[in-house]
């Protein structure tokens, strides 16, 4: 097939890892059975403008005292209020250098502050904060062991995170601050069991008002990725009505958005996106997630706009490869093609933050660069934190490199809730059908593309059609059961 030519030089870093390209027939990856993992349809709450914002408790005192609460409890803060509890910590931190918790701060907010812009530059800053309260304070300093798990899992270094995370717990396991990040370092690493596990234990602890709308956003993720759509909607909704800051209250609308959106809900995933983006000008997830749908809606133009007003402000790699893939599904290659060449650029620098980018490259040179090396850097993603995400993109990788046997098995992992693939996914089932229809497994492979259609329509700008096109080729048949045998 044409799509599986290799295309030498594309490499988004430039050290790729030591090919084995010809020798890929003399092994096979040992796949690790995985556990079944699990943001879907609930009356949604009014949105912010047809109400007033509904505050848990007294306003704090000024922006760094609310972005210091937002740190602290791991929840979203307004980036002007970072940007001052940045300038004050480090005030302090100069003056009382043994401050072991103005340190722990500061990292924390350099962690939110790279998250929020886009920027890993800041991830190194962190780590030296960090570190240095651990160093003032000892190991069992809880509120730098926190900062570094955050740390890590913005990092996508889901082993980090988990170690981080479980040093946090021990001298205090009835702190619910430790608990979100174990459970995504859990997701991270393919443990779906253990991440359920630990949200039950968090769902468990009595927590006080301001904390409440996090661990129930934290708990819609985990519903989410167990298939639980209505669940899902349902926490995050109820989040969204208890947030106590705009800059809160945008993130899970937001939520909410991509909730919408991956169930095909158009009117209702704009409807959100442009409710966060209203709260919060510059929640680039909420203006990214605004293009990503309008492009759905048939506006490119708008949804063009969306997507560089996102970039504008926070320059993420994620949104510079779907405006680059918006593009290129309009015919506009030469635009397509600069817009990979910043994201090649973005990836370098978000690497030399300790940002592993693994999954992201792979993603990328799988569709418009050179399969095997995706497949080589997929590889050893999984090795070393192999959840559904991955195993998706590595089947995918090894569909497009040719090697579709292979490439059912990760395929599988990440659409069979036996092997942990809870998520409903109109990509993942996109995948996996046009995987079985190269293997001439014509049935599945019509019923897999059928679901992805119908999870989600608009999956995306370019593998929607490739879609249509595959169940035209197959024959459309409807996936209807079979008519009762007459006696």
Request: no cysteine.
């Amino acid at each position: 097939m044409d799509n599986r030519l290799s295309v030498p030089g594309t490499s988004l870093i430039a050290e790729p890892p030591t090919p084995r390209r010809r020798l890929r027939w003399l092994r096979r990856v040992l796949v690790a059975a995985l556990v079944g993992g699990a943001v879907a349809g609930a009356v949604l709450l009014p949105l912010p403008q047809e109400r007033q914002h509904r505050a848990a408790g007294p306003p704090a005192a000024g922006p760094q005292a609310q972005a210091l609460t937002a740190v602290t409890f791991g929840v979203p803060a307004a980036l002007p209020q970072l940007t001052a509890l940045i300038g004050q910590q480090e005030q302090r931190v100069r003056a009382q250098p043994r401050d072991a918790r103005a340190w722990a701060v500061l990292g924390s907010a350099y962690v939110e502050r790279g998250l929020r812009t886009a920027d890993p530059a800041n991830y190194p800053k962190a780590e030296q904060a960090l570190q240095t309260s651990l160093q003032v304070r000892g190991a069992r300093n809880t509120e730098a062991l926190d900062g570094l798990a955050a740390l890590a899992l913005a990092r996508r270094d889901f082993p980090a995170a988990k170690r981080y995370a479980e040093q946090a717990l021990k001298p205090a396991p009835k702190r619910w601050t430790a608990y979100p990040p174990l459970i995504d370092a859990y997701n991270g690493l393919g443990d779906y069991k253990a991440a359920r596990e630990t949200l039950d234990k968090l769902l468990g602890l009595r927590t006080g008002s301001a904390e409440r709308p996090a661990v129930m956003a934290r708990a819609s993720a985990v519903y989410r990725d167990r298939g639980w759509r209505e669940d899902a909607v349902a926490q995050l909704t109820d989040a969204a009505a208890a947030a106590r800051t705009p800059a809160e209250q945008a993130a899970y609308l937001t939520g909410l958005g991509q909730l919408a959106w991956e169930r095909g809900d158009l009117p209702d995933a704009l409807r959100h996106f442009e409710a966060a983006a209203r709260l919060e000008p510059g929640q680039r997830a909420a203006l990214a997630g605004r293009g990503r749908t309008l492009a759905a809606l048939g506006r490119p133009a708008e949804a063009v706009a969306a997507y560089q007003a996102a970039l504008a402000r926070q320059p993420s790699p994620q949104d510079t490869l779907e405006l680059g893939e918006l593009y290129e599904s309009l015919g506009q290659s030469e635009s397509a093609a600069a817009q990979y060449e910043q994201l090649k650029e973005r990836v370098r620098q978000a690497v030399a933050g300790g940002v592993d980018e693994g999954l992201l490259i792979g993603q990328y040179e799988a569709d418009h660069g050179d399969p095997w090396d995706a497949v080589e850097r997929l590889e050893a993603e999984w090795q070393r934190q192999p959840g559904i995400e991955v195993a998706d993109a590595l089947g995918w990788a090894l569909h497009r490199a040719g090697d579709d046997e292979e490439a059912l098995t990760y395929a599988s992992i990440a659409t069979d809730k036996a092997k942990g693939g809870g998520v409903r996914s109109a990509l993942y089932a996109f995948h996996r059908g046009m995987i079985e229809r190269e293997l001439e497994l014509y049935a599945p492979a019509r019923r897999h593309l059928q679901e992805a259609l119908r999870i989600n329509p608009h999956f995306s700008p370019l593998g929607v059609p490739e879609a249509r096109r595959a169940l035209a080729e197959l024959g459309d048949v409807p996936d209807e059961p079979l008519p009762a045998e007459t006696p």
